[in-house]
């Protein structure tokens, strides 16, 4: 349908008088186009629509490979990686060891950490954990320190062996003599990486001496009370010295029970000791995959760069679109001005 | 695939009258409109590469950069009577069979009479019969915008003959 149709009908005459009358060009001017010679090819032109896709394809480009170069560069080979894994320094202690290697071994280890003192009644808790390298390890050193526990004179309080399809774990809570304990951790220590160390020691001498005293004291309060029902009294004076000796005699017992549980206390150390095999480590991937890996990272490394950099520049280059249309705008509205006055 | 040399030589024969037509009613005068249409085709040769026929015909596109011409000839002018104060001087007095053979005297006068901006919208809608959607982009507004700026300038065409015609 031609335009001319869609005018209003009261302006249909008009339409069709003005397009019938159009003007056209004379011959000069079609000769002047005609002779219109065309640019001479220039070697490069800026097309922004055509840059900025193939600049933002230069850049995905260049990230890639980068990230790729990097990837390869980077990822270590795989002989190199079973390498690492055999040469991890690991003391181990598998098979029972003389006692003689044990204690050197536990004095390299332990010189600096707290010894028992002679002489003195004293509580000793040690919490060990220590790693070895699998699961037989685990069972084997679990065995050993319970074994070597009852060779030093020791007991074991509780055991504990956990050993699921991922990670296994024995947990064992012993008393071993205190005079003992140092070559007890130290063989311990030995079973593989010593994870944690934590030692406690109490001082018991005091209270002993304490209860000691105390138990002195009333022994002989008990003697003169016995010495005093000796002697005649009145009823009313025996009924209450009978019933002071019967609580001193109580009270003396009581002491002498907690005092034999201290020096109980101070002659074997507690440790617990928890022994755990590594996780099995995850299936090594081949060297593509640690290619690929590094590749990813260095990827998220330059998104990372990227999306800081938009975080920077984003309002700035908010601000200059803003201006930009801003300037669009203006400059329609100043040339729709210049047409209605010309 | 990009046009060609030959492509613009057939495209600038075939729209040259439509270019011409669309300049006389811009500016209203046949010598300028005659000098804006050869300066058009000289920047659409040089600039024949970027046209891409997807985003519309070559009329069209010919016809933007036309009115682009015409602007910056209209700021020019503009420019130098501002600077020379010789506004009254130059503006040019009505003259018989400008916008084109044949038109009755009081349509040529009433034309006239109109401002560029509407004469431009009757040039694209009803001379040179491009649809609502091509004249809107070379105008840079909507269709709708275009369809009452057009009824706009036809009422006010024909109440200045009407007014001509009653003198």
């Given at each position: 349908m031609s335009p001319l149709e869609l005018v209003d009908d009261r302006f249909g005459e008009l339409a069709r008088e003005l397009h019938a009358a159009r003007p056209v060009a004379p011959e000069g001017l079609r000769e002047r186009v005609r002779a219109l010679a065309p640019p001479a090819p220039r070697r490069f032109e800026l097309n922004l629509r055509m840059l900025v896709p193939a600049a933002g394809l230069a850049a995905i480009a260049v990230s890639l490979a980068v990230a790729g170069g990097i990837g390869v560069l980077h990822s270590p080979k795989s002989t190199e990686h079973g390498t690492i894994q055999a040469r991890r320094p690991v003391a181990r202690l598998a098979a029972p060891v003389p006692q003689a290697e044990s204690k050197a071994l536990g004095q390299r280890v332990f010189g600096a950490t707290l010894a028992p003192a002679a002489g003195r009644l004293q509580q000793y808790d040690a919490n060990l954990t220590v790693r070895v390298d699998n699961r037989d390890d685990l069972s084997k050193t679990t065995q050993d320190a319970l074994r070597f526990t009852r060779r030093l004179g020791g007991f074991v309080v509780w055991a504990r062996y956990a050993a699921p399809s991922d990670r296994g774990a024995s947990e064992l809570a012993l008393r071993v003599p205190v005079d003992h304990v140092q070559q007890a951790i130290a063989h311990f220590s030995a079973y593989g990486t010593l994870v944690s160390q934590r030692i406690v020691l109490k001082d018991l001498q005091q209270r002993v001496d304490g209860l000691t005293a105390r138990i002195s004291r009333l022994r002989a309060e008990v003697a003169a009370l016995k010495e005093q029902l000796g002697r005649v009294l009145t009823p009313e004076r025996r009924a209450l010295l009978e019933q002071r000796l019967q609580r001193d005699q109580a009270q003396v017992a009581l002491l002498t029970r907690s005092k034999a549980a201290s020096v109980r206390r101070a002659s074997m150390s507690r440790i617990a000791l928890t022994i755990a095999d590594r996780p099995?480590?995850?299936?090594?991937?081949g060297r593509l995959g640690r290619t690929l890996h590094e590749a990813g990272s260095v990827l998220a490394r330059e998104l990372e760069v990227l999306l800081y950099a938009l975080v920077v520049a984003g309002p700035l280059l908010l601000i200059g679109l803003a201006a930009m249309v801003a300037g669009r705008v203006a400059r329609r509205r100043s040339d729709e001005r210049l047409l209605e006055r010309s | 695939m990009k046009p060609s040399a030959q492509d613009f030589a057939e495209a600038a024969e075939r729209h040259l009258d439509d270019v011409h037509a669309f300049l006389v009613y811009l500016t209203g005068d046949r010598n300028v409109a005659e000098d804006l249409t050869a300066e058009t085709f000289a920047r659409a040769l040089e600039r024949w590469r970027r046209y891409d026929p997807r985003r519309g015909s070559a009329r069209t596109w010919l016809c933007q950069l036309a009115r682009s011409t015409a602007i910056d000839h209209f700021r020019a002018e503009e420019r130098r009577r501002r600077r020379e104060g010789r506004w009254a001087l130059d503006t040019p007095a009505s003259e018989e069979g400008v916008f084109g053979e044949g038109l009755s005297p009081e349509l040529e006068r009433a034309l006239s009479r109109l401002s560029a901006s509407e004469r431009e919208v009757v040039a694209l809608r009803i001379v040179l019969e491009l649809d609502g959607e091509s004249a809107a982009r070379v105008l840079g507004i909507s269709a709708t915008a275009c369809s009452t700026r057009l009824s706009r300038a036809l009422q006010k065409l024909e109440r200045e003959v009407s007014a001509d015609v009653a003198a």
């Open positions: 099995k480590p995850a299936a090594a991937p | -």
